[in-house]
């Protein structure tokens, strides 16, 4: 029972107003008790006990609100779901699970500068909510932002000291504003606290190999297993390195994104040479080219039926299988255009005199930090004033680039004529030189023996290293960093003055790639 006080001195109406609120109260039916209770404070506004119990009607009805929506978002119900918490907010502002799961919410829907705007006034109502800081913290890295994120991560882990995720994140943050090593001894802090944090233990191998320590890099790279056990389902036939290859099959399959297997399938030719017998699995619009490429491969669609094999093993798992390090790296595989379809791009580029430039200015907008490895293309107006032919070796356009690229009237875009690889593969034949942002453009170009410009963001992906303008994996690329985070008119100066002496040349162009095998370590038997 809720407490009541004689009050002799209300009001008859008021009091018995006060008393049906109670009821109603008791009995469940908050809005009609809150309305009751509006009722005695639109007579005696200072009435401390109307007060105390219609604040305590208004919690239980943002509580009930709370509970619908965070069902909402189990159904997929995300606009609902938002005008709950909304709902519960308005009841009780101060209810600070309600403006959380709200921010996760936007974040989920991309709408990270609403979230953003929601977490300020998160953070500033309850100053000591790890996870309101963290949360705040990664919406910042969203928008390549890491000084501020590093500052909130910071408060998340003195608010909770034992708080694995922002140690993690904090790792993060350090990483891209370029210190390495204290991102790495975040990570380990981080996983010291949670010892089973599979992505604390993956970014602990993507650091070292960032870094250049393939040794002790690649089997904490096995960690990203961990953070997709349903993409990468435990074989009793793996295969370690250790077991002899001579006479047998083996079974490679692709993960991750079009570039990895184009980078990575240079470990099937060398499966072959040990003596196996080897059925690559790769992503439809790469089978063709590849297969012409590795013709003593069987390469198959990744969702085909695979044959009965003696081994198997992931992509990206055979350097550590193999003790990949820097001086060992397998040459790339030569991949090349089919005769047709160089016939058919000449056919569709004929009278182009001058140098022949393919450019690529994003990725995969699903990619996880297309955020900073994507440009606008709106930025590469200084450099296609150069004089030169350019040509677009993307299909897609995003909404904003496709105003850009009339506007520029320089670059000629093919669309829905590259429909594979192989067309792609056409187009990049004809090109004296191929600037690209990293995705799999750079791959196949690079792959292709073609000179490649590859624009990098501050913090590149682990496979470009450090402090360097050259790739082991690739020895026709040339790399350019940014010079701080986001600084992508940094690179675009540095490219166009490199673009003015490579166009003074006139034998312009790039290295050819090597022949043969680099000398590879073999496992031991």
Known sequence: MWPMRCEHSLPLDVQACLSRALALQQSGK????????????????????????????????????????????????????????????????????????????????????????????????????????????IALMRLCQPAAAYDCFLKAGEADPHFADAQNNLGSALRDLGQHQAALDAYRRALALRPDFAEARWNIGVALLTMGDFARGWDLYEGRKALNPAQFTPHANAWSGHEALAGRSILLGCEQGLGDSLQFCRYAQLMQQLGA???????????????????????????????????????????????????????????????????????????????????????????????????????????????????????????????????????????????????????????????????SVAHLAASMGKPVWLLLAFTPDWRWLLDRTDSPWYPTVRLFRQHHPGDWAGVMGDVAAALRLWLSRPDAGGRKPPSGFARVRRPAH
Not at 38 to 66: C, F, I, S
Not at 297 to 307: K, L, M
Not at 314 to 328: E, G, I, K, N, V
Request: hydrophobic share 45%.
């Open 30 to 137: 908050l809005a009609a008790a809150l309305a009751a209770y509006d009722n005695v404070l639109a007579e005696m506004p200072l009435h401390p006990q109307a007060l105390h119990l219609r604040r305590r009607v208004q919690t239980a009805m943002a509580a009930d609100h709370y509970r619908r929506a965070n069902r909402l978002v189990q159904s997929g119900d995300a606009d609902q779901a938002l005008a709950g918490f909304d709902q519960a907010l308005a009841f009780d502002p101060d209810h600070i699970d309600a403006r959380y799961n709200a921010c996760v919410l936007l974040f989920g829907q991309k709408a990270v500068a609403e979230a953003l705007g929601r977490l300020d006034e998160l953070v500033a109502r309850a100053p000591s909510f790890a996870r309101g800081w963290n949360l705040r913290g």
């Open 277 to 439: 017998r080897v059925v690559l699995a790769v992503q439809p619009p790469l089978r063709g080219i590849l297969a012409r490429a590795l013709p003593w491969v069987r390469v198959i669609g990744d969702q085909d039926r695979a044959p009965d094999c003696d081994f198997t093993c992931d992509l990206l798992s055979l350097p550590r299988a193999l003790a990949t390090d820097l001086a060992t790296i397998p040459p790339p595989v030569p991949l090349t255009a089919t005769a047709a379809q160089q016939r058919s791009w000449r056919q569709r580029l004929p009278g182009v005199d001058g140098r022949r430039i393919g450019i690529a200015w994003s990725g995969n907008p699903a990619h996880i930090t297309d955020h900073a490895r994507s440009t606008k293309l709106a930025l590469w107006r200084g450099l296609i004033a150069h004089d030169a032919n350019w040509f677009a070796l993307q299909k897609d356009l995003r909404p904003e680039d496709a105003d850009i690229l009339v506007l520029f009237g320089r670059i000629r875009h093919f669309g829905d004529e590259l429909r594979d690889f192989d067309d792609t593969a056409g187009l990049v034949a004809a090109m004296d030189l191929v600037i690209t942002v990293d995705t």
